[in-house]
């Protein structure tokens, strides 16, 4: 089992900044990816940004075109954490942001509880 823990979320205004943090723990020895989802009220969740994480692999980004230029997703290996700086925050980011661990093995995804993300004025 993976366990998969979100921080970060909260309200800000248009314009602003906020980080979230991802920490995955347990059987982590077959975790090679890690990403940011999010889901607004009355729609599908959707891929926000995906960061490679491996021990001893290459970093290997890829974000969703609205956010690239404004969102910086990165890691912290030795921890088996990542973060994603939001700036430049728009009311069309307030969603629910998830975290999601990817495995090679069974059941090959893991998934936080979710954070919430408020932009508004």
């Known amino acids: 089992q993976v366990q998969v823990v979100e921080s970060g979320g909260g309200l800000v205004q248009p314009g602003g900044s906020l980080r979230l943090s991802c920490a995955a723990s347990g059987s982590i020895f077959s975790m090679y990816a890690m990403g940011w989802y999010r889901q607004a009220p009355g729609k599908q969740r959707e891929l926000v940004a995906t960061i490679t994480s491996a021990v001893g692999s290459a970093e290997r980004t890829n974000y969703e075109n609205s956010v690239k230029g404004r969102f910086t997703i990165s890691r912290d290996l030795p921890q088996n954490t990542i973060y994603l700086q939001m700036n430049s925050l728009k009311p069309e980011d307030t969603a629910v942001y998830y975290c999601?661990?990817?495995?090679?093995?069974?059941?090959?995804?893991?998934w936080g509880q979710g954070t919430q993300v408020t932009v508004s004025s």
């Open positions: 999601k661990v990817f495995t090679t093995t069974a059941p090959y995804d893991y």
